[in-house]
C-alpha cells in the first residue's frame, strides 16, 4: 500500500471567490483540500478550489462536505472526476435544515440554475448521511464533531499511518467551543483554523461563525498541535496583508503558516 499521506491546497479563500493580480500567492479560490492517503484521495470540501483538480487515474475519490454554504459547494459541478464516465465518487455531509446531502446540493445543482444533477454527471456519484459514529475511508479513520457556524459546520478529523489533520473551517470561537475542538484534536499533526477575520475585525463581524488567529493559535497550542494552518481568508484581504499577517504569526509560533494555493503539505 502507498504510504503517503499529504494536504494540498486548491482553494482557501472565504465566502466569495476573487482575482486579481493582488490575489495570487494565497490564491482566490474558495475551500478546497486534497488529502492523498495511500490510495484514497480525499477532498475536504468542493468550493471554486476542486476545478483545478487533477485526480489519479488508480485513486478512490470521495468528498467530505462541511456544510452547503455556496463558497463550499459551488465548484462541485466543474469537478473533472464528475465527467469520467463510471468513475465512483462518494459524496459525505451531514443532514442539516431537514435536508440529506442529495437533496440539498440538489437545490443549487440542478435546472433552472443548472443543467444536470449530480447523480445525472458521467461518473457514479453516491450520497452519504455522516454516520452516527466514526467511520473509515479505506484505512482513513474518520472522526467528526460539530463545529460553530450559522446551520451548523463539521470538523472533521482524518487519521492515516499514525498521523492526522484536524479540518476546522467556518468554526466560530467560544470558550466552550474551543475547549472541545482542542480536545478532539489533541496532538494532531496538523490543524486547518478558520481565520478570516482579525482580532480587531471580530467585534463587527461577531455571529458570522468565523474566527481569527489569535484565537486559532491559543486552540493549537491548548490541542499540542504540530503544525497550524490559517485557511478561510477574508475575500477583501490581499496577498500583502496576509503575508503581514503571517509574519506577525510566525514570530509568535514558528509552526504557523497562512494557506496558499498550490501548497502541498506532507504529514
Given at each position: 500500500?502507498?504510504?503517503?499521506?499529504?494536504?494540498?491546497?486548491?482553494g482557501?479563500?472565504?465566502?466569495?471567490?476573487?482575482?486579481?493580480?493582488?490575489f495570487?500567492?494565497?490564491?482566490?479560490?474558495?475551500?478546497?483540500?486534497?488529502?492523498?492517503?495511500?490510495?484514497?484521495?480525499?477532498?475536504?470540501?468542493?468550493?471554486?478550489?476542486?476545478?483545478?483538480?487533477?485526480?489519479k487515474?488508480?485513486?478512490?475519490?470521495?468528498?467530505?462536505?462541511?456544510?452547503?454554504?455556496?463558497?463550499?459547494?459551488i465548484?462541485?459541478?466543474?469537478?473533472?472526476?464528475?465527467?469520467?464516465?463510471n468513475?465512483?465518487?462518494?459524496?459525505?455531509?451531514?443532514?442539516?435544515?431537514?435536508?440529506?446531502?442529495?437533496?440539498?446540493?440538489?437545490?443549487?445543482?440542478?435546472?433552472?440554475?443548472?443543467?444536470?444533477?449530480?447523480?445525472?454527471?458521467?461518473?457514479?456519484?453516491?450520497?452519504?448521511?455522516?454516520?452516527?459514529?466514526?467511520?473509515?475511508?479505506?484505512?482513513v479513520d474518520?472522526?467528526?464533531?460539530?463545529?460553530t457556524?450559522?446551520?451548523?459546520?463539521?470538523i472533521?478529523k482524518?487519521?492515516?499511518g499514525?498521523?492526522?489533520?484536524?479540518?476546522?473551517?467556518?468554526?466560530?470561537?467560544?470558550?466552550?467551543?474551543c475547549?472541545?475542538?482542542?480536545n478532539?484534536?489533541?496532538?494532531?499533526d496538523?490543524?486547518?483554523?478558520?481565520?478570516?477575520?482579525?482580532?480587531?475585525?471580530?467585534?463587527k463581524?461577531?455571529?458570522?461563525?468565523?474566527?481569527?488567529?489569535?484565537e486559532?493559535?491559543?486552540?493549537?497550542?491548548?490541542?499540542?498541535?504540530?503544525?497550524?494552518?490559517?485557511?478561510?481568508?477574508?475575500?477583501?484581504?490581499?496577498?500583502?496583508e496576509?503575508?503581514?499577517?503571517?509574519?506577525?504569526?510566525?514570530?509568535r509560533?514558528?509552526?504557523?503558516?497562512?494557506?496558499?494555493?498550490?501548497?502541498?503539505i506532507?504529514?
Amino acid at each position: 500500500m502507498n504510504d503517503k499521506f499529504s494536504l494540498t491546497v486548491l482553494g482557501s479563500r472565504g465566502s466569495v471567490p476573487i482575482d486579481g493580480k493582488n490575489f495570487v500567492r494565497y490564491g482566490g479560490s474558495t475551500s478546497c483540500y486534497k488529502i492523498l492517503a495511500g490510495n484514497e484521495e480525499i477532498y475536504l470540501d468542493a468550493g471554486s478550489g476542486i476545478v483545478q483538480a487533477v485526480p489519479k487515474a488508480e485513486t478512490r475519490i470521495t468528498i467530505l462536505l462541511t456544510h452547503m454554504h455556496l463558497d463550499h459547494i459551488i465548484g462541485l459541478p466543474f469537478f473533472v472526476a464528475l465527467g469520467q464516465k463510471n468513475r465512483p465518487i462518494d459524496i459525505y455531509a451531514q443532514e442539516r435544515s431537514g435536508l440529506k446531502p442529495q437533496a440539498a446540493l440538489a437545490r443549487l445543482i440542478s435546472p433552472p440554475f443548472w443543467p444536470l444533477k449530480i447523480e445525472e454527471y458521467p461518473a457514479n456519484a453516491t450520497f452519504h448521511d455522516l454516520p452516527q459514529k466514526n467511520f473509515k475511508i479505506g484505512e482513513v479513520d474518520v472522526e467528526f464533531i460539530d463545529g460553530t457556524h450559522p446551520q451548523g459546520s463539521t470538523i472533521f478529523k482524518l487519521t492515516f499511518g499514525g498521523k492526522s489533520l484536524v479540518y476546522a473551517t467556518d468554526f466560530e470561537h467560544s470558550p466552550a467551543g474551543c475547549e472541545k475542538l482542542a480536545n478532539f484534536a489533541y496532538d494532531c499533526d496538523l490543524l486547518l483554523y478558520d481565520a478570516q477575520y482579525t482580532a480587531d475585525e471580530y467585534d463587527k463581524f461577531r455571529g458570522f461563525g468565523h474566527s481569527t488567529p489569535d484565537e486559532g493559535l491559543k486552540v493549537a497550542e491548548s490541542a499540542c498541535a504540530k503544525k497550524i494552518l490559517f485557511v478561510h481568508h477574508a475575500p477583501c484581504r490581499n496577498d500583502d496583508e496576509l503575508a503581514e499577517l503571517e509574519r506577525i504569526f510566525v514570530a509568535r509560533n514558528e509552526n504557523v503558516s497562512f494557506a496558499k494555493v498550490g501548497d502541498e503539505i506532507f504529514l
